[in-house]
Every structure is written in C-alpha cells, then in structure tokens.
C-alpha cells in the first residue's frame, strides 16, 4: 500500500521549489520594516500587504512589515513557523491561482507585549500605521486606540519623526474618525506634536476574501507544493482609495495599484450604496427565497435586472460618483463579483447586523431620492427577514446587536417610523415599505423578483 508523503511546510527554504508564478513579489528579508500593521486578520493579508507589496516591487524602499495580532495567536504562530510567508488563493471563476506575499518582516503579539507594539510605534524606521482592527475598536476604552496613544506619546518623547495612522476599516471618513478619537486622548502637553507630526488620512478598501476553510488550504498546498497554514482566499477584484494627505514618507501606493484622491468620500458613497447596498439585497432577498449563497440568489430569474435598475435610477440619483466612474458600470461589475460561486458568501452570512448596515447602504438611497420603489423592497425584505421564516417556512436567524428592539414590535411604523430602528421620515416611503411587505408575503421573494421590474 503506497504511503502519502508528507507535504513540506512553507518557509523560506522552499521558495525555489516554488513555481515561478507564485513566488513572492520581493525577495522576503530583503527590504527593512516600515510599516506597522495592527490586526492579522485576512483581509490584511489578502488586501493591503498586497499593496505594499506591489508598491515595493515597482518601486523598491523598505516597507516591509510588522503585523500586530490583538489577541489570537493562532495566525502568528502559524506565520512565525513559515518565516511570515503566506500565500492567496485567487478565487477566480475559471482558474486556480495561488502566490505567496514576502512583505511581512515580523510579528507581535499586542495581548502578551504590548511594551513591543509600543516600541515598534516609536521606531523612527516604522513611518506608517495600517489598521484593520474592525468598526468596533474605534471607541476610547477599547484597547488599540489607548495602545496607539501609548506608542504616540513615546515618539514624541523619544523625537523619532512624523507618522501616517492609516485607518482600513468599513467606516465612512475612517481618518477623521480615528483623529478625533486620538487627538481627544493624547496629553494636553503633547498636542502640539500631534498636530503637526501625525496625520490619520480617510481610505475605502474592497476585496471580497471570504473565510479560509480546508478547501483553502488544500488549494494552496495542490498549486505550491507545500504546506500554508496560513493561507487566505480572495476574488480577484481589489481596490484601496486612499485620501492624498501624509505626515511624511509612505509607499508609492499609486504604483501598486492604488488610487490617491483628496476626497474618498465619493468612493466611500458608491461602495456603500452601489455595492453594499446590493450585497444587503441579495441577502435578504435570497434568504428569504430558500437560497444558500448570494451567488444562487444572484442567478435568480429577474435578480440581476431588477438590481441592476436599482443601482442605475436610485443610487445614480442618490450620489455624485468620483470622476470618470458611472454608478451603472460600478453596479454591473458589483453583480458580476457577486455571481461567482467559488466565494462562497452564505446569505444568512451577509444579513448580520442589518440595524448597524442599513442606513449606509440603503437609507441613505431610500431617504435621498423622490421615488425609492426598490430601496422600499431591500428594506421590506429585510423587515420580512426579521419576522424570522423564510418563504419555504425555513426558519431566519436575527443575528442583529437590536434583535430584541427589532422583534419587540415588527410593524412598519414601530421598525420605520419617527424614532423607530431604522427611521424612515416620509410617510410615503413607510406606506411602499408595507405594501411590499405584504406583496412578499402574499406571493414569496423568488416570484416577486421575476416580476417586479416588468
């Protein structure tokens, strides 16, 4: 009986084994740390090392970096055992690619050394903060805004240079958001230091990098060669808007493919509106319809058109997009992303904190524009989402932080009315909220999509 041969684990040692398509784009080791990443999630790995990266093999500088994990060891551990090699699996529809990223020089562990994020935020050589650290962390008593002023205020102390604090997290205006969350707990003495020395611009990140599974990491094994443990997945769609404005030397972004601009907040809109917002669709549309993934609910009959005219008449209406982007394209491309089945997206995955994701990504149509007829049925999918049955009598989880406001009183008026959970003030829209309300219960999501836009 043949024996299977162990597969050799990922490390420096065997990058030469490696196919060529899939070795790092700069040699790891080579360039100096520059950057100091807090959170070792995997859209870091699959997004902005992805970047620095590219930006590195255009144009050199030592950017390389020192990712912070805030509690988990498991993705540290597992890197420190691969000399912070990793590898993405690109989830294309219709080939299997996988490369592994050189760019990580090191890693911390903030929870057990927190003195050792301190000292990296005072090293003169670390000139740049990346954070994705989720919406959450954005609060004074949360532990990495108090280890940020804490890092702050010892390169004041130790007068090792300016720093950029650049925030990646799904917040609209993230760096003024992170600014004022720094600016009002640094010590009085030190402010004017941090005025002139830190600067926390605003960026907009987009990359669909659904959940490493098994399936992950045996993609990555069968392309390498090797043993990843830490491998990550990702579509091959990406994007980085960053806002132009910089305490003093950072990566030419521009060169790895990312897009600089004195306002993100054009981006920040159509993100929200044309992609999100029919993200959140798909969701409770699908869901309720008895489908799994938002690829399946894509693929029903009517979906995409009904969608696509969403986007083209409402959002369009609702927002000014950045120059040379027309919302109608931005939203083909989004249901383009959206039906490739290999990401895995489970509508029930997607509907999560709908109070919390709602006001940006539809109200902020539905409350905007003259006619909402389809921002009324997203949010009248999600109200009949919220009743917890789906079409087929499938049950719904409400997995929402205001499930218990949410449920304590599911009418339009209590869920949209004048101080209602998602506050919809034109009583106009709440009577086309209920009438498609009853329109889905009366004939079931599937059917009304095939007919709603004829």
Request: charged content about 20%; overall charge negative; aromatic content about 4%.
């Amino acid at each position: 009986m043949a024996m299977t041969v162990p597969a050799t684990r990922l490390g420096r040692a065997t990058l030469s084994r490696l196919p060529a398509e899939s070795r790092p784009a700069v040699r790891p080791g080579e360039a100096k740390a520059g950057v100091l990443h807090l959170g070792l999630g995997a859209f870091f790995r699959a997004h902005q090392a992805v970047y620095i990266e590219a930006a590195m093999a255009a144009r050199g500088g030592d950017w390389g970096i020192v990712a912070v994990a805030p509690r988990s060891r498991d993705v540290l551990e597992a890197l420190r055992a691969q000399d912070h090699l990793y590898s993405i699996v690109t989830l294309d529809a219709s080939a299997e690619r996988t490369r592994v990223m050189g760019a990580l020089t090191g890693t911390v562990h903030a929870a057990s050394d927190p003195a050792g994020v301190v000292a990296q935020l005072a090293d003169p050589a670390i000139r740049v903060v990346t954070l994705t650290v989720t919406e959450k962390a954005y609060a004074p008593d949360a532990a990495v805004p108090r280890l940020l002023v804490d890092g702050l205020i010892a390169r004041a102390r130790a007068d090792t240079g300016p720093i950029t604090l650049l925030s990646c997290d799904n917040l609209p205006s993230n760096g003024v958001v992170l600014d004022k969350l720094l600016s009002g707990m640094i010590p009085a003495e030190l402010r004017d230091w941090y005025d002139v020395s830190v600067r926390c611009p605003s960026s907009m990140v987009d990359r669909i990098v659904p959940a490493t599974t098994a399936g992950t990491l045996a993609s990555a094994e069968r392309c390498l060669g090797a043993r990843d443990l830490a491998a990550v997945a990702g579509e091959p769609f990406s994007q980085w808007v960053i806002e132009d404005s910089f305490a003093g030397a950072v990566p030419d972004w521009a060169a790895g493919g990312a897009v600089l601009t004195g306002d993100v907040t054009p981006w920040e809109h159509l993100k929200l509106r044309g992609l999100n917002g029919v993200h959140s669709g798909l969701a409770y549309l699908g869901a309720l319809a008895g489908c799994e993934s938002i690829a399946d609910a894509v693929a029903l009959p009517g979906m995409a058109d009904l969608l696509r005219r969403y986007v083209a008449t409402e959002v369009t209406a609702s927002m000014t997009p950045p120059d040379g982007v027309t919302v109608a394209g931005y939203g083909d491309a989004a249901l383009e992303r959206f039906a490739n089945a290999r990401l895995g997206h489970r509508c029930l995955q997607v509907a999560m904190d709908g109070t919390q994701k709602l006001p940006q990504r539809v109200l902020s149509v539905l409350n905007t524009v003259a006619d909402p007829a389809l921002a009324t049925l997203i949010v009248a999918a999600w109200a009949r989402f919220a009743e917890g049955t789906g079409d087929a009598g499938q049950a719904l989880p409400l997995d929402d932080p205001r499930a218990a406001d949410v449920r304590a009183d599911l009418s339009t008026e209590a869920l949209f009315g004048p101080g209602g959970v998602l506050e919809v003030p034109d009583p106009t829209h709440r009577r086309m909220i209920e009438e498609w309300r009853t329109a889905l219960a009366t004939h079931g999501a599937a059917d009304l999509v095939r007919t709603a836009v004829r």
